[in-house]
Structure formats: C-alpha cells, structure tokens
C-alpha cells in the first residue's frame, strides 16, 4: 500500500524557535495534503489542506502566519511551526490522497505516522 | 471542525466478545472510513465504506452505514488484548475530500 512519512517523529525545542516537519509520499504522488493536530485524549482536527502549486487553505482559527504550509512538489509538503510556544505542543499527522493517474482512483487518504512537538 | 460523534467514548470488554462503536455524523458525506489508532501512534486504516454501500466486512471487521440517520457502526468480533487501540470514523463530503474525524472510541481489550 502507499506509504506516507514524516520526518521528524519527534522534536523537543525551546519557545520562540521554530520547528519545520515534513511530510512525504514515499511511492505515489499527492496532488493533496492534509495537516492535522491531535491533543492527548482528543481526535484529529483538521488544520490545512494543501495543494501542490499552490497556497494552503486554512481552517477557520488556525493562524496561516504561525503554521506556514508549502507543497513544493508532488511528494511532499512541510509545516513549519513558527515561535512555537508551550500550547503549540501537540501531535501534528500529515495525510495524503494520491493523484488519480488512469488507475481506478481511490478515495482513501494516506496517513503519516505523526511528529510529536513539544515545546518547552 | 469535527464531523461527528462516537459513542461510546471509551468500552472496555473481556477478551472473545465483540466490541461494538456507533459513529453519527451531521452532512451528506462521500464515504466514511473507519481508523485505528495506538496511543502516541499514526492512523491505521481499517475500512471504507461508500455512501451507496450499506454494509462491509473485513476480517473480524463489519461496518454498517445508515445514511438516513447518518449514522455507522464498526463491529469487531471475537476481540483480542491486541484490539485495544482508539478508533475513530472520519467522514469524507462530496467534492470535497477533506476527511472530518469523530471523537473516538477508546476500545480495552482485557486477556
């Protein structure tokens, strides 16, 4: 099956610095990404879509400014979390829905195996 | 924001029985796709099911969907201490692939 990673798994940094993590589709292209967070104990929330070429589309209440999304290319696209803050930290899980390429197109969404930030 | 709701929020049971997780969403969806998560880890997924579908099987798995009271069910029969994980729908609207997750169900599986 595809295969959706991040880089890094885990990242510990200071306040006020900034953390970019990657997201990659490892045998297939995404022409769309998706970033999630998740707070212990709570489900996924959707943070921004992003599509290859072009800007993210945020979710109502998440700073397009502090969270900046780039989907250079067709396997990849980073978030990097900018003068990360304490209540920054959290589960981030970047998704994947693979380019429909003459096989049959699938309406599933390839997920990362998440990067835990913690900001002290 | 959140699509649906999951009930119950957390189930415990004893190895062998089945497990049983209700999911209710709010808009006309795609598909709704069933996932597994282990604590601290990524997604797994377990099941599609499309919106003109109303029942599959995988496995142990079988999922139901009611579009009338846009409502699922995931149905794990016969559990093992290794089912134990949070499972969590996630519904997908027309035209408009961004999957929405329910809150969860957090499945114990006791040996």
């Known amino acids: 099956g595809a295969v959706v990673s991040q880089h890094p798994s885990w990242v510990i940094c200071k306040s006020g610095t900034s953390v970019k993590i990657e997201c990659r589709s490892l045998?297939?292209?995404?022409?769309?990404m998706f970033w999630y967070r998740q707070f212990p104990k709570q489900s996924l929330m959707l943070m921004a879509t992003?599509?290859?070429?072009?800007?993210?589309?945020?979710e109502q209440g998440v700073e397009k400014d502090k969270f900046l999304i780039n989907h250079a290319s067709l396997t990849l696209s980073t978030l990097t979390v900018t003068s990360a803050h304490p209540e920054d930290s959290s589960f981030y899980i970047c998704s994947a829905r693979e380019r429909s390429s003459g096989r049959p197109s699938t309406d599933t969404q390839y997920f990362g195996p998440g990067t835990r930030l913690t900001v002290l | 924001s959140q699509q649906g709701e999951e009930d119950p929020q957390a189930l415990s049971i004893q190895e062998g029985e089945n497990a049983t997780m209700n999911c209710s969403y709010k808009?006309?969806?795609?598909?709704l796709q069933w996932y597994r998560q282990n604590s601290g880890r990524g997604l797994v997924h377990l099941i599609l099911i499309r919106s003109n579908e109303r029942e599959k099987h995988s496995g142990r798995l079988r999922v139901t969907l009611d579009t009338s009271k846009k409502s699922s069910s995931l149905l794990i029969t016969a559990s093992r201490a290794a089912d134990t994980a949070s499972y969590f729908c996630?519904?997908?609207?027309?035209?408009?692939?961004?999957?929405?997750f329910g809150a969860g169900t957090r499945l114990t599986v006791k040996p």
């Open positions: 808009t006309s969806i795609n598909n």
């Open positions: 045998d297939f292209q995404a022409t769309t």
């Open positions: 992003s599509n290859e070429g072009s800007k993210a589309t945020y």
């Open positions: 996630a519904t997908a609207p027309f035209n408009n692939n961004d999957m929405r």
